[in-house]
């Protein structure tokens, strides 16, 4: 089973909107947390924002906010005011694992997000 | 710093060939991995360390190996190539801060190396 399922292929959105991009999660494990990264077309993985399952509060980073519903088990990423260069490939990943051990990172399909002038 | 430096950027190889792709990180990261990129399924994890010496596997391990005798250096070898193994190959480290894990420390990325085998 998926542990991490974006149900959103390709998205197309105008620039200056706000955008979703939707992650949901399966774990058992009471301690995870949650990653969202961005490839651009030139191949490289960026790091945009974190989430914590104990974090009381929802993260954001700049334009970047994370809207997360624990008991539903998602971890939506929001993008304020969209533009022309936030077009790229979104991952959502999940970190899984004892915080003393191995902690494997579980990486979701991707969503391909295109920003229209 | 480099961050987590991959060669070499492109390689094409003929079925049955061996190679190595090879990761280094300045990082003094304990955690190293090896991810595959295909079209469709996101990034699966192929082989990580947790520290020289300690190796496992990840989701898709077969037809791959790896050691890790440094803390530095994280290589991944193909011992016989085969054209399902065609795909963007990602090593990345992180963070994890001895006895005290960093649990929010973000993977860094190596740039990738793109493998065709025909």
């Known amino acids: 089973a998926q542990k991490i399922t974006q149900t959103q292929p390709g998205m197309f959105v105008q620039e200056k909107e706000a955008v979703t991009l939707d992650c949901t999660y399966d774990t058992s494990d009471p301690s995870y947390g949650l990653f969202w990264y961005k490839q651009p077309s030139s191949g490289e993985m960026i790091f945009l924002i974190y989430q914590g399952s104990y974090d009381q509060q929802n993260a954001t980073e700049g334009r970047y906010s994370l809207n997360f519903q624990k008991a539903r088990k998602s971890a939506n990423l929001v993008i304020s005011a969209s533009q022309l260069g936030d077009s790229a490939m979104y991952f959502c990943a999940m970190r899984e694992g004892p915080i003393q051990g191995a902690q494997k990172l579980v990486f979701g399909q991707g969503t391909r997000l295109t920003i229209n002038p | 710093n480099a961050g987590v430096t991959q060669t070499p950027k492109f390689q094409v190889l003929k079925t049955g060939q061996s190679m190595t792709l090879q990761c280094a990180q300045d990082?003094?990261?304990?955690?190293m991995s090896w991810y595959r990129q295909d079209p469709g399924m996101g990034l699966r994890l192929i082989h990580y360390s947790v520290g020289a010496g300690i190796t496992d596997q990840g989701e898709v391990p077969n037809g791959y190996n790896v050691s890790r005798s440094t803390t530095e250096d994280f290589p991944l070898r193909l011992l016989s190539a085969a054209p399902s193994q065609t795909s963007v190959y990602f090593c990345?480290?992180?963070?994890?801060?001895?006895?005290?894990?960093?649990?929010?420390?973000?993977?860094?990325f190596g740039n990738g190396t793109r493998l065709t085998v025909t």
């Open positions: 990345a480290s992180r963070e994890t801060g001895g006895k005290r894990a960093r649990h929010n420390s973000p993977l860094h």
């Open positions: 990082m003094n990261h304990e955690y």
